[in-house]
């Protein structure tokens, strides 16, 4: 196990709703990515956080929005559900330096409505 | 811009065969970190490498081997004598200094291993 862990296991929403997903990261570490899985594709980069910061932000558009608190857990918070949100929904975590090895919480399967 | 092929979208074998899972990455960097990652049916993805562009001796660990080659842009891996519990989904990731801290994925490759 990597330490990283993520809440809810699962959700289902309907369309148009607001969701939250939690992530703790691994200890020691600052930095949190988060992505998302479509089904039978590769994780897409949404952005990082660095130090509570944006730290980088892939080709999401902005109801996609995150957090990172003091003791480096984090949210992904996303607006106006579209049923192509439907996906896991992965956190990673790593040390400062951006080309660490990134470690996965075990993911948020989001269900659109 | 940045980008990783897994060109095997499935394969199959049967049980104590080898076999190799391919990947090609594309890069205007120099300096960049290639990775494997497993994800089983449980979805966690789990870390199984990670290459800087400066490495390219290949690497072996137990059943598991890499194949780093710079001239052709590729990070093979091979599982040697392969048991079901390698069955899963393998994905090849790439990161690099400009590409603004994202990891960039492949499609994945799905292994079965039949008994």
Same mark, same amino acid.
């Given at each position: 196990? =990597?330490?990283?862990? @993520?809440?809810? =296991?699962?959700?289902?929403?309907?369309? !148009? @709703?607001?969701?939250? *997903?939690?992530?703790?990261? @691994?200890?020691?570490?600052?930095?949190?990515?988060?992505?998302?899985?479509?089904?039978?594709? %590769? $994780?897409?980069?949404?952005?990082?956080?660095?130090?509570?910061?944006?730290? %980088?932000?892939?080709?999401?558009? $902005?109801?996609?929005? !995150? *957090?990172?608190? $003091?003791?480096?857990?984090?949210? *992904?918070?996303?607006?106006? *559900?579209?049923?192509?949100?439907?996906?896991?929904?992965?956190?990673?975590?790593?040390?400062?330096?951006?080309?660490?090895?990134?470690?996965? !919480? $075990? !993911?948020?399967?989001? =269900?659109?409505? | 811009?940045?980008?990783?092929?897994?060109?095997?979208?499935? +394969? &199959?074998?049967?049980?104590?065969?080898?076999?190799?899972?391919?990947?090609?990455?594309?890069?205007?960097?120099?300096?960049?970190?290639?990775?494997?990652?497993?994800?089983?049916?449980? #979805?966690?993805?789990?870390?199984?490498?990670?290459?800087?562009?400066?490495?390219?001796?290949?690497? +072996?660990? #137990?059943?598991? &081997?890499?194949?780093?080659?710079?001239?052709? &842009? &590729?990070?093979?891996?091979? +599982?040697?004598?392969?048991?079901?519990?390698?069955?899963?989904?393998?994905?090849?990731?790439?990161?690099?200094? #400009?590409?603004?801290?994202?990891?960039?994925? #492949?499609?994945?490759?799905?292994?079965?291993?039949?008994?």
């Amino acid at each position: 196990e =990597t330490g990283v862990t @993520q809440s809810p =296991t699962h959700l289902i929403k309907t369309r !148009g @709703q607001q969701v939250t *997903l939690r992530c703790s990261s @691994q200890s020691g570490h600052n930095t949190v990515s988060w992505y998302q899985q479509a089904l039978g594709q %590769g $994780p897409q980069f949404i952005f990082q956080y660095y130090r509570e910061e944006e730290n %980088g932000r892939g080709n999401f558009p $902005p109801r996609f929005s !995150g *957090l990172q608190f $003091p003791n480096y857990s984090s949210e *992904l918070n996303v607006n106006a *559900l579209e049923l192509d949100d439907s996906a896991l929904y992965l956190c990673a975590s790593n040390r400062a330096g951006a080309e660490d090895t990134q470690y996965f !919480g $075990p !993911g948020t399967r989001l =269900t659109v409505l | 811009a940045q980008k990783v092929t897994q060109a095997q979208t499935e +394969i &199959s074998v049967v049980e104590k065969e080898d076999v190799t899972l391919d990947c090609v990455y594309e890069t205007r960097d120099t300096t960049y970190y290639l990775f494997w990652y497993k994800q089983p049916p449980s #979805g966690e993805l789990v870390f199984l490498i990670r290459r800087n562009s400066f490495d390219e001796q290949n690497e +072996i660990s #137990g059943r598991y &081997s890499w194949n780093f080659q710079k001239s052709t &842009s &590729s990070f093979n891996f091979t +599982i040697t004598a392969s048991q079901v519990v390698d069955s899963a989904v393998y994905f090849c990731a790439l990161i690099s200094r #400009g590409s603004a801290r994202q990891l960039t994925f #492949g499609s994945g490759t799905q292994l079965t291993v039949l008994p």
